[in-house]
């Protein structure tokens, strides 16, 4: 049996069905990965888009058809402890992670005139704090010397401005600087990090008014779909990636702002 078999994948933000972290899920399941994903439906249920109750019990069955290892729990990346609660966990259940995808994020619409000290603590908290002592604690208990990986999700910051949504912008595009000088520190250790930036994807909250006004910014004539990231981040925690460190990479579809 192939070794990836014997590979284990933390994903976390994984609430929605129709969401990027059930996805990327999917992709490394069908390639044998197993998975342990967090969840905080609390968030979700405050956006827009809203989830059912049941989505992230419904994306584990699914997970655990494909034949592969999979657990899960909520966790409420906020706070202190959740870095050392969510390895001990996954270790105790699964084993400890070869790959850490860093894909919860915290977002809403707010800019110079609206934004709040508490507001902007709130996406630091997820988007910066979690994710940095997350992959940090990651690095620390990994001993296998090769094969490490560590994938941030980020939205392209620097690519062009994104008027509306100041904290989200500021707090993402500080994921850049991080994957850069973390990569150089955990290279010894046989770990490589990268981010991936998907641009505009369609995870529910497109609406038909605004598919419209994007598709034609696509060379492809479509917006993006999770699967599109997921294949990207599949190959990144791959054998074949192992090369690849310390680079922001921008699957977009040739998305032009």
């Known amino acids: 049996m192939n070794h990836v078999k014997e590979k284990i994948a933390i994903v976390t933000g994984v609430s929605r069905l129709k969401g990027i972290g059930a996805a990327i899920c999917n992709e490394l399941a069908e390639a044998g990965y197993h998975i342990f994903?967090?969840?905080?439906t609390n968030y979700d249920k405050s956006m827009p888009w809203s989830i059912e109750t049941d989505e992230p019990m419904r994306i584990k069955e699914e997970l655990l058809r494909k034949g592969v290892t999979?657990?899960?729990m909520e966790l409420d990346l906020t706070q202190n402890d959740a870095p050392e609660i969510l390895i001990n966990r996954?270790?105790?259940?699964?084993?400890?992670?070869?790959?850490l995808i860093n894909n919860a994020t915290y977002s809403t619409n707010n800019d110079y005139s609206t934004l709040s000290a508490e507001d902007l603590d709130k996406h630091y908290l997820v988007n910066i704090r979690a994710t940095t002592l997350l992959s940090s604690k990651f690095a620390q208990g990994f001993t296998k010397k090769s094969?490490?990986?560590?994938?941030?999700?980020t939205s392209g910051q620097f690519q062009g401005a994104m008027p509306g949504e100041l904290a989200y912008a500021t707090t993402k595009g500080a994921i850049d600087a991080l994957t850069i000088t973390l990569a150089a520190e955990v290279a010894p250790l046989g770990i490589t990090v990268n981010a991936v930036n998907p641009g505009p994807t369609d995870t529910g909250w497109i609406t038909e008014e605004i598919k419209k006004d994007l598709e034609p910014l696509f060379p492809f004539g479509r917006v993006g779909e999770p699967r599109d990231v997921a294949r990207i981040i599949k190959f990144l925690v791959s054998d074949d990636g192992a090369w690849i460190t310390g680079q922001v990479i921008h699957s977009e579809g040739g998305f032009r702002r």
């Open 37 to 40: 994903f967090t969840y905080w």
């Open 70 to 72: 999979v657990s899960c």
């Open 90 to 99: 996954a270790s105790k259940e699964i084993g400890y992670p070869d790959i």
């Open 147 to 153: 094969g490490g990986r560590i994938v941030n999700l």
